[in-house]
C-alpha cells in the first residue's frame, strides 16, 4: 500500500464500514477569501489547487479537481484521511474542509451513506443541504427533511436544528451527490504563490519565524536570509535557521535560505560608529545586503519579525531610519503584535521550541550596552559616510551561502 502513515485514529473515527469497496471517497476543500476575487478567481483556484496536491504528495490520491466554489481531493484510500487533514491544515487558503463519500443524487443514497460516516450515531443530529446543482427536483428544505426521514428510518435519534450533537451535511453537485460530518478548519489566507514574493530577515530568534508565516499566509512565497556574525561566533543561529525553514517549507514545498557570514561588516562598524547607534547601522547594513538578495530573486519587499517598542531599536524613529536604508517596501508583519501573541502563534506554527534553542547571534564585543532610540536617518548617514557601504555589501554577499529546502524530503543543499 501507499507509503502514507496510517494512523491508528483512522479505525476509531470511522465505521469499519468505510474500509468497504466501491465507496468513493472525496475531500470537499472550500475557501473563503478566493471567492471575492473577481477575474483572478480562476488563477487563484488553480494555484490552490497545485498547492494542495504538492501538499498531498505520495498519499493516494488521484487528482484534485476545481469547481466554481470548491475543490475536490479525490481520495483513493479512506486510511489516509488523518494524515491528508493534518496535511490540507498547512495549504493557505483553504478556509475549511470535509472527508465526503460521493453517493448516487438520491434521498435513500445520502441516506445509507450516514452508516459509512457515522461510527457510533448520537443522540441528536440535524441534516444541513446545499444545493449546487438546480435541476434536482426537491428544494434546500426538502432535501434536509427527507433525507432526515430516511436516516430516522435507519437509527432512532432526536432532531435538533439548534444544537445537534452531530450535523449531517449534503451537497447536490453537478458531479454527483456529497454526504459528510467532518467540518475541519483550515489555516485561512491565500494561496501561497499569488501574492508575490518577499525576501524575509529571519534571525532565528522567535518574531521573525512567526513574520514569515503570516507573510506566507497573506499568498507570500518566502525567500529566507540570515546573518551569522560569524567568524566571531559559532554556527548555531545558522543551524537554527535550518531548522526553521525546514519546518516552514512544508507550507510553500521550495525555500532558499541565504546564510550571510556578517561579523567582518560589524567589525567594520564598531571601528566607526558610536557604540548606541551600532545596532542601527546593523539593521541598516542587513537591509542593503537583504535587498541585493531580493533582486536577485525578484522580491518585491523585504520582510521582519520588528514590533513596535519591544526593544529599543524598534522605536518608530528607529523604525523609519532603518527603512531609509533601502528603496524596497519593508513589511513588518507584528509590528503591532504584544510579545505574548507572538509566542502564542509561535507555540501554535512549531516554530518555538526551534527558536528558544540556545545560540550565539551576535559575539559580545558586537552588542553595545544601549540602543539610541532616535537615531535619525541624517544622523545615521553621517557616521555610514566612513564606510565604504557597497564595498561592505559585496564583502557580505561574497560570503554568503544558498541552501535549498524541499518538501517533503526537506533536505538542503548547498551551493
Ligand atoms: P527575533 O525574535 O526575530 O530575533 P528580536 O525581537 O530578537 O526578533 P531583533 O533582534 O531586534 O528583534 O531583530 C529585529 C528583526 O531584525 C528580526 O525580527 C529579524 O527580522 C531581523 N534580524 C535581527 N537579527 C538578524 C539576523 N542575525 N539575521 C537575520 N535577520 C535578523
Ligand atoms: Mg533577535
Not at 11 to 37: M, Q, T
Not at 47 to 57: G, H, K, P, Q, S
Not at 134 to 155: D, M, N, Q, W, Y
Not at 332 to 341: C, M
Amino acid at each position: 500500500m501507499a507509503d502514507f502513515a496510517v494512523e491508528a485514529q483512522t479505525s476509531d473515527e470511522l465505521p469499519a464500514r468505510a474500509l468497504e469497496p466501491g465507496l468513493e471517497w472525496r475531500v470537499i476543500v472550500r475557501f473563503s477569501e478566493i471567492a471575492l476575487k473577481g477575474r483572478n478567481k480562476e488563477w487563484f483556484m488553480r494555484v490552490l489547487r497545485d498547492n494542495t496536491e504538492r501538499a498531498l504528495t505520495g498519499l493516494p490520491v488521484s487528482k484534485v479537481t476545481i469547481r466554481p466554489n470548491r475543490c475536490f481531493v479525490h481520495l483513493e484510500d479512506v486510511r489516509a484521511w488523518p494524515e491528508v487533514r493534518k496535511r490540507l491544515r498547512w495549504v493557505f487558503g483553504i478556509s475549511n474542509f470535509s472527508l465526503a463519500v460521493r453517493t448516487k443524487p438520491d434521498i435513500d443514497a445520502l441516506a445509507e451513506a450516514f452508516d459509512v460516516l457515522v461510527r457510533e450515531p448520537p443522540t441528536s443530529f440535524c441534516v444541513r443541504a446545499q444545493r449546487g446543482e438546480k435541476s434536482f427536483p426537491l428544494t434546500t428544505p426538502e432535501i434536509e427533511r427527507a433525507v432526515g426521514a430516511a436516516i430516522l428510518r435507519r437509527h432512532p435519534m432526536t432532531v435538533d436544528l439548534r444544537h445537534p450533537e452531530l450535523t449531517f451535511g449534503v451537497e447536490i453537485q453537478r458531479e454527483g451527490a456529497f454526504a459528510f460530518v467532518t467540518h475541519e478548519e483550515g489555516p485561512g489566507g491565500l494561496p501561497v504563490g499569488t501574492s508575490g514574493r518577499v525576501a524575509v530577515l529571519l534571525s532565528g530568534g522567535i518574531d521573525s519565524p512567526v513574520a514569515a508565516y503570516r507573510l506566507m499566509q497573506r499568498g507570500c512565497r518566502i525567500v529566507f536570509v540570515h546573518f551569522t556574525s560569524f567568524p566571531f561566533t559559532d554556527p548555531s543561529s545558522w543551524e537554527k535557521c535550518r531548522e526553521l525553514v525546514k519546518l516552514l517549507t512544508r507550507h510553500q514545498f521550495e525555500s532558499r535560505l541565504y546564510a550571510c557570514q556578517f561579523g567582518y561588516v560589524q567589525q567594520r562598524i564598531v571601528v566607526s560608529v558610536p557604540a548606541e547607534l551600532r545596532i542601527i547601522a546593523y539593521r541598516r547594513m542587513m537591509l542593503r545586503i537583504a535587498e541585493a538578495v531580493a533582486h536577485r530573486e525578484r522580491c518585491e519587499a523585504l520582510g521582519t519579525g520588528e514590533s513596535l517598542g519591544q526593544v529599543g531599536s524598534q522605536t518608530l524613529t528607529n523604525m523609519a531610519t532603518i527603512d531609509r536604508a533601502t528603496e524596497l517596501l519593508v513589511l513588518r508583519p507584528l509590528v503591532a503584535w504584544g510579545k505574548s501573541e507572538i509566542t502564542a502563534e509561535a507555540q501554535r506554527i512549531g516554530t518555538y521550541e526551534i527558536s528558544i534553542e540556545p545560540d550565539m547571534d551576535c559575539c559580545q564585543f558586537l552588542v553595545p550596552p544601549r540602543v539610541a532610540t532616535h537615531a535619525t536617518a541624517e544622523e545615521m548617514e553621517a557616521v555610514e559616510r566612513e564606510l565604504d557601504i557597497q564595498g561592505l555589501v559585496d564583502l557580505a554577499l561574497s560570503h554568503t551561502e544558498v541552501e535549498e529546502f524541499r518538501w517533503p524530503e526537506s533536505t538542503p543543499s548547498r551551493s
